[in-house]
């Protein structure tokens, strides 16, 4: 089953602006992490952000979490045309060492 | 420094067959888990293997086995397939962490399977 739930299901924006994702999970987590997946392809790791954390850079990523709310979010800003593709945050529970429960995934479209 | 590699890429077969996929790790990777994605969802963990065990286990009926080689590749078979196991199967590798969970999953690009 899944953990939890992105929103919105479904993002368009220009190339240029900012793209906000938010995850929802149900657990006590270890770690949330935030993959990216091109075209029903091979998933890519962007980011981990630990339970004791509450936020996180890398690049043009930036990812909250708010672990009292069970929630987090990730901002991609300046969105290029390759930005275009599926994100799905992952957690780890605590107590299940890296097995991976994934939300339903928000597909993001970055038009020109 | 090779990624994740999974073989087929591609399959066809009829339902109540038995397949066999296949997936060698990231270099320097001991852990590897298996994960099924139906279409528009996201991926649905099957099993993970360490030390050529069986280590943790997802909501997947018998039918779903697997086995890992001492070089730390991996098999999953499916056995009696059914017009639902066609979505895409994806195998993860990680590093060893001394003491530490295998945090970031490093994902092959899938074997797409179609059930006929």
């Known amino acids: 089953s899944q953990q939890g739930e992105e929103d919105p299901q479904a993002l368009s924006i220009q190339e240029g602006e900012n793209a906000t994702m938010n995850c929802s999970y149900k657990t006590s987590i270890n770690n949330l992490q935030w993959y990216r997946q091109n075209s029903g392809r091979g998933l890519v790791h962007l980011i981990l952000?630990?339970?004791?954390?509450r936020e996180k850079h890398s690049g043009r990523l930036r990812v909250t979490l708010d672990t009292s709310k069970k929630s987090s979010s990730l901002l991609i800003t300046a969105s290029r045309a390759a930005d275009t593709a599926s994100y799905f945050c992952?957690?780890?529970?605590?107590?299940?060492?890296?097995?991976?429960?994934f939300g339903t995934g928000t597909r993001l479209q970055v038009t020109l | 420094d090779a990624g994740v590699t999974q073989s087929p890429t591609h399959l066809i077969k009829t339902r109540g067959q038995q397949v066999t996929l296949r997936c060698s790790p990231k270099?320097?990777?001991?852990?590897v888990s298996w994960y099924q994605q139906a279409l528009g969802q996201g991926p649905q963990f099957i099993f993970q293997y360490y030390e050529e065990e069986e280590r943790q286990r997802g909501n997947f009926p018998d039918r779903f086995s697997g086995h890992q080689f001492p070089n730390y590749s991996s098999e999953l078979n499916v056995n009696a397939l059914l017009l639902g196991d066609s979505p895409l199967y994806l195998c993860?590798?990680?590093?060893?962490?001394?003491?530490?969970?295998?945090?970031?999953?490093?994902f092959g690009p899938g074997t797409r399977l179609l059930v006929l």
């Open positions: 993860a590798s990680s590093p060893p962490l001394a003491g530490a969970s295998r945090e970031t999953q490093y």
């Open positions: 270099s320097g990777h001991d852990t």
């Open positions: 952000i630990r339970s004791n954390e």
């Open positions: 992952a957690t780890a529970a605590t107590g299940t060492a890296s097995k991976l429960t």
